[in-house]
C-alpha cells in the first residue's frame, strides 16, 4: 500500500511489513485546531500551510515468488565472492525543476541498455529542494514514485541520494536546481543561515552547519528539515522499501551532497587547483568559534585571516607555507582552529546520519555518507585544499578514520569516495596532486574502522585507462581464487548517464567493464551470494565522544595495493581497436 503522510484531511498512515514503523519512532499526526504540526516525540512545529505529500496511485510492488536459483558449482561461489555490483548516476535534470520525469520513454530505453549491459543499478538524486518546492512541509513525490517505477520495471535496483543541496556552481553541474524558496526566504532575511566566506561572500548551496540547532525555518532547526524530509520519503516510498528495490540511501551532508565545507565554490570564481577558502565566516559559526576559544582559555584568537584566497597556491599564504615553523597552521592557534573546524563537520555528519538511521530504522537499506576526494597540494606538507574543505589531514596526522569511525557507528554506514578512476600521471604537476595515494589512505581507513567502502569516479570517463583504475580500486590485490577478498568495494558507481556512454566502442568498453567488476561472472541479483547480505537496518550505537573519534587521527600505513589490476579491460591496443571501430562505424553508418 502506499503510505501517506498525514493531513487535514484525515489521511492515515497505511501499514507495511518488514520496514514498517516502529511505534517508538516519531511521527507526523494531523495538524491540531491551533494549525500546528504535532509529532509525537513531542516537537511541535508551526504549519502556515497544511502539510500533504502527494502520491500517485499505489503501485503493484508486492514481491512475487521467485523461482529459487540453481545451486552454484564451487569454482563460481569462489569468483562471485569476488563480484563488485556496480550502478549507474542517473542525469541530473531526471526530474526536473517543475517536478516531472524527463522524457520517460527515452530514459526507459537507456535504462535497459544498463541492464543489457549487466549493471546492477542506479542511482538518483532526490533533491530538497523540487520535492518540498511548494512550502514547509508540502512534499510532492509523484514523479520520483515514476521514476523508481521505470528503474525496477527494467530490472535495476536503486540508491538514492537525499540531496539536501543545491545544484548548480560545482565541476559538473549542467542545471540548476536551488534549495527551496521557502528556505531562500529565510536567506534573505538572515544571510548567516549560508556558508560564508572571508570576505563575506555567502554559498546559497546548502545551509551552513551553524544553524543546525536554530529554529529558524518556520520553527524548525535544520537538522529537524532534513529529518522530516526523510520521514515523508519513507512514508511515501514504503512499498519501494518493502520490495527491496531500493538498496542505498546516501545522506547529503553538504555541497554537492558531500560530507565537507563548499570551499572551492566555481559560483564565486574558484579555479582548479587553488586552494580554496575557509567557510566559517557566518555569525553562527563564528560565534561558536569563539566560546571554543574561549573555554580553551584563549578568547583572544579569532578566525584565520591569512589563509589566502581561493585560487592561491599554499605557498602564497602565511597560513599553509613550506616555509617551516612559519606556516599557521602548525601553530598552536592553528592546530586548534582546524580540529575545531573538522570536528563540527564530523559531528554534523553523525547527527544527520543517527536521525537518518531513525527514520529508516527496519528498513532492509544501508546507510550511506559521501567524502570528496580533494587530491590537488595533497603533496604539498600542509594539504592545503583539504584543510579548507574541512578534512584535517597533514602529516602526522589521518583525517579521514576518524570519519569512518564515525560512520561505522550507525550500523556501518558505508563511506563513499571519490577519484577511483585518476592517476597520478594525469595530474598536473604544479597542483601537486596524488589520487592514487589519496584513495589507498581513505579506503584503508574505511576497512580500519570495519566500515564498508565503495567508490565513483569523480569525472565522466569512458577510456579503458580509466577503467582499469577503478578495477584496481575495487579489488586492490586483486581477484581472490579462494572465496572472499581480504579487502574489495561494497559496489561502485559510475558517473554517469550519458547517450556518450551508450554509443559505439564506448558501450562495448563499458560493458566489458561492468563484466570484469562482477569478476567474470553474469549478473547476480542476490548480494547474499556475493557476500553482500543486505539485512534490516538496526539502531546506531552509542554516541562515540569527540575525543575518542579524534583517537583515529593517528596514522597508519595503509594497506599495500597492486599497482594494475588482475581483471583488465584491455590497454593501447584495445584502445586502437576501439578507434578503428569506430572509423569504420563512421565511414559505413
Given at each position: 500500500m502506499?503510505?501517506?503522510?498525514?493531513?487535514?484531511?484525515?489521511?492515515?498512515?497505511?501499514?507495511?511489513?518488514?520496514?514498517?514503523?516502529?511505534?517508538?519512532?516519531p511521527?507526523?499526526?494531523?495538524?491540531?485546531?491551533?494549525?500546528?504540526?504535532?509529532?509525537?516525540?513531542?516537537?511541535?512545529?508551526?504549519?502556515?500551510?497544511?502539510?500533504?505529500?502527494?502520491?500517485?496511485?499505489?503501485?503493484?510492488?508486492?514481491?512475487?515468488?521467485?523461482?529459487?536459483?540453481?545451486?552454484?558449482?564451487?569454482?563460481?561461489?569462489?569468483?562471485?565472492?569476488?563480484?563488485?555490483?556496480?550502478?549507474?548516476?542517473?542525469?541530473?535534470?531526471?526530474?526536473?525543476?517543475?517536478?516531472?520525469?524527463?522524457?520517460?520513454e527515452?530514459?526507459?530505453?537507456?535504462?535497459?541498455?544498463?541492464?543489457?549491459?549487466?549493471?546492477?543499478?542506479?542511482?538518483?538524486?532526490?533533491?530538497?529542494?523540487?520535492?518540498?518546492?511548494?512550502?514547509?512541509?508540502?512534499?510532492?513525490?509523484?514523479?520520483?514514485?515514476?521514476?523508481?517505477?521505470?528503474?525496477?520495471?527494467?530490472?535495476?535496483?536503486?540508491?538514492?541520494?537525499?540531496?539536501?543541496?543545491?545544484?548548480?556552481?560545482?565541476?559538473?553541474?549542467?542545471?540548476?536546481?536551488?534549495?527551496p524558496?521557502?528556505?531562500?526566504?529565510v536567506?534573505?532575511?538572515?544571510?548567516?543561515?549560508?556558508?560564508?566566506?572571508?570576505?563575506?561572500?555567502?554559498?546559497?548551496?546548502?545551509?551552513?552547519i551553524?544553524?543546525?540547532?536554530?529554529?529558524?525555518?518556520?520553527?524548525?532547526?535544520?537538522?529537524?528539515?532534513?529529518?522530516?524530509?526523510?520521514e515523508?520519503?519513507?512514508?511515501?516510498?514504503?512499498?519501494?522499501?518493502?520490495c527491496?528495490?531500493?538498496?542505498?540511501?546516501?545522506?547529503?551532508?553538504?555541497?554537492?551532497?558531500?560530507?565537507?565545507?563548499?570551499?572551492?565554490?566555481?559560483?564565486?570564481?574558484?579555479?582548479?587547483?587553488?586552494?580554496?577558502?575557509?567557510?566559517?565566516?557566518?555569525?553562527?559559526?563564528?560565534?561558536?568559534?569563539?566560546?571554543?576559544?574561549?573555554?580553551?582559555?584563549?578568547?583572544e584568537w579569532?578566525?584565520?585571516?591569512?589563509?589566502?584566497?581561493?585560487?592561491?597556491?599554499?605557498?602564497?599564504?602565511?597560513?599553509?607555507?613550506?616555509?617551516?615553523?612559519?606556516?599557521?597552521?602548525?601553530?598552536?592557534?592553528?592546530?586548534?582552529?582546524?580540529?575545531?573546524?573538522?570536528?563540527?563537520?564530523?559531528?554534523?555528519?553523525?547527527?544527520?546520519?543517527?536521525?537518518?538511521?531513525?527514520?529508516?530504522?527496519?528498513?532492509?537499506?544501508?546507510?550511506?555518507?559521501?567524502?570528496?576526494?580533494?587530491?590537488?597540494?595533497?603533496?604539498?606538507?600542509?594539504?592545503?585544499?583539504e584543510?579548507?574543505?574541512?578534512?584535517y589531514?597533514?602529516d602526522?596526522?589521518?583525517?579521514?578514520?576518524?570519519?569512518?569511525?564515525?560512520?561505522?557507528?550507525?550500523?556501518?554506514?558505508?563511506?563513499?569516495?571519490?577519484?577511483?578512476?585518476?592517476?597520478?600521471?594525469?595530474?598536473?604537476?604544479?597542483?601537486?596532486?596524488?589520487?592514487?595515494?589519496?584513495?589507498?589512505?581513505?579506503?584503508s581507513?574505511?576497512?580500519?574502522?570495519?566500515?564498508?567502502?565503495?567508490?565513483?569516479?569523480?569525472?565522466?570517463?569512458?577510456?579503458?585507462?580509466?577503467?582499469?583504475?577503478?578495477?584496481?580500486?575495487?579489488?586492490?590485490?586483486?581477484?581472490?581464487?579462494?572465496?572472499?577478498?581480504?579487502?574489495?568495494?561494497?559496489?561502485v558507481?559510475?558517473?554517469?548517464?550519458?547517450?556518450?556512454?551508450?554509443?559505439?566502442?564506448?558501450?562495448?568498453?563499458?560493458?566489458?567493464?561492468?563484466?570484469?567488476?562482477?569478476?567474470?561472472?553474469?549478473?547476480?541479483?542476490?548480494?547474499?551470494?556475493?557476500?553482500?547480505?543486505?539485512?534490516?537496518?538496526?539502531?546506531?550505537?552509542?554516541?562515540?565522544?569527540?575525543?575518542?573519534?579524534?583517537?583515529?587521527?593517528?596514522?597508519?600505513?595503509?594497506?599495500?595495493?597492486?599497482?594494475?589490476?588482475?581483471?583488465?579491460?584491455?590497454?593501447?591496443?584495445?584502445?586502437?581497436?576501439?578507434?578503428?571501430?569506430?572509423?569504420?562505424?563512421?565511414?559505413?553508418?
Open positions: 502506499l503510505a501517506t503522510t498525514p493531513s487535514s484531511s484525515g489521511v492515515k498512515l497505511q501499514p507495511w511489513g518488514s520496514c514498517r514503523r516502529r511505534a517508538a519512532s511521527a507526523l499526526l494531523p495538524p491540531t485546531a491551533t494549525g500546528r504540526i504535532v509529532v509525537d516525540s513531542g516537537r511541535t512545529l508551526p504549519s502556515p500551510l497544511p502539510l500533504r505529500a502527494v502520491a500517485s496511485q499505489s503501485a503493484q510492488t508486492s514481491r512475487a515468488p521467485q523461482p529459487q536459483p540453481p545451486p552454484l558449482d564451487v569454482d563460481e561461489e569462489k569468483m562471485l565472492a569476488n563480484y563488485v555490483p556496480v550502478f549507474v548516476m542517473l542525469p541530473l535534470e531526471a526530474i526536473t525543476a517543475e517536478n516531472k520525469v524527463k522524457d520517460a527515452g530514459l526507459r530505453l537507456k535504462l535497459r541498455r544498463l541492464r543489457e549491459a549487466g549493471v546492477d543499478g542506479v542511482m538518483a538524486d532526490v533533491w530538497w529542494g523540487i520535492v518540498e518546492g511548494a512550502g514547509p512541509g508540502r512534499y510532492e513525490w509523484r514523479a520520483y514514485r515514476e521514476l523508481f517505477r521505470l528503474a525496477q520495471e527494467e530490472g535495476l535496483k536503486l540508491q538514492v541520494i537525499m540531496s539536501f543541496h543545491a545544484c548548480g556552481g560545482n565541476v559538473g553541474d549542467a542545471v540548476n536546481i536551488p534549495i524558496a521557502w528556505v531562500r526566504d536567506g534573505e532575511a538572515d544571510p548567516d543561515v549560508y556558508y560564508t566566506s572571508p570576505g563575506g561572500a555567502r554559498n546559497q548551496e546548502y545551509l551552513t551553524g544553524v543546525d540547532d536554530r529554529p529558524l525555518f518556520h520553527g524548525r532547526t535544520a537538522i529537524q528539515l532534513y529529518a522530516d524530509f526523510m515523508s520519503f519513507r512514508e511515501n516510498m514504503a512499498d519501494l522499501l518493502e527491496g528495490l531500493i538498496v542505498d540511501i546516501e545522506v547529503g551532508l553538504g555541497p554537492a551532497g558531500e560530507l565537507r565545507y563548499p570551499s572551492y565554490p566555481e559560483s564565486q570564481g574558484w579555479a582548479f587547483p587553488g586552494i580554496g577558502q575557509f567557510q566559517c565566516y557566518d555569525k553562527y559559526l563564528e560565534e561558536d568559534f569563539r566560546a571554543a576559544a574561549t573555554d580553551a582559555g584563549h578568547p579569532e578566525l584565520p585571516d591569512d589563509a589566502g584566497e581561493y585560487n592561491d597556491a599554499p605557498d602564497d599564504t602565511r597560513f599553509f607555507t613550506a616555509d617551516g615553523a612559519g606556516a599557521t597552521y602548525l601553530t598552536e592557534k592553528g592546530r586548534f582552529f582546524l580540529t575545531w573546524y573538522s570536528s563540527k563537520l564530523i559531528e554534523h555528519g553523525d547527527r544527520i546520519l543517527d536521525e537518518a538511521n531513525r527514520v529508516f530504522l527496519g528498513c532492509t537499506v544501508k546507510l550511506a555518507a559521501k567524502v570528496s576526494g580533494i587530491h590537488w597540494w595533497y603533496r604539498h606538507p600542509s594539504h592545503a585544499a584543510l579548507t574543505a574541512g578534512y589531514n597533514v602526522g596526522r589521518d583525517g579521514y578514520r576518524a570519519i569512518a569511525r564515525m560512520l561505522a557507528r550507525h550500523d556501518g554506514a558505508v563511506l563513499n569516495f571519490t577519484c577511483a578512476e585518476m592517476r597520478n600521471s594525469e595530474q598536473a604537476e604544479e597542483a601537486m596532486s596524488a589520487p592514487e595515494e589519496l584513495v589507498q589512505q581513505v579506503l581507513a574505511g576497512w580500519r574502522e570495519g566500515t564498508e567502502v565503495a567508490c565513483e569516479n569523480a569525472l565522466p570517463r569512458y577510456d579503458r585507462r580509466a577503467y582499469n583504475q577503478m578495477l584496481k580500486n575495487a579489488r586492490p590485490n586483486g581477484v581472490d581464487l579462494g572465496g572472499v577478498p581480504a579487502r574489495r568495494l561494497a559496489a558507481t559510475y558517473l554517469r548517464l550519458t547517450d556518450q556512454l551508450l554509443a559505439g566502442n564506448k558501450y562495448r568498453a563499458f560493458k566489458t567493464f561492468v563484466r570484469k567488476m562482477h569478476a567474470d561472472q553474469d549478473y547476480c541479483a542476490d548480494p547474499a551470494q556475493y557476500h553482500r547480505p543486505l539485512k534490516p537496518l538496526e539502531r546506531s550505537r552509542p554516541a562515540v565522544p569527540m575525543d575518542q573519534l579524534l583517537d583515529a587521527t593517528s596514522p597508519e600505513e595503509p594497506y599495500p595495493f597492486d599497482p594494475e589490476t588482475d581483471m583488465s579491460v584491455g590497454g593501447d591496443l584495445a584502445e586502437l581497436i576501439d578507434w578503428a571501430f569506430d572509423k569504420i562505424e563512421w565511414i559505413f553508418g
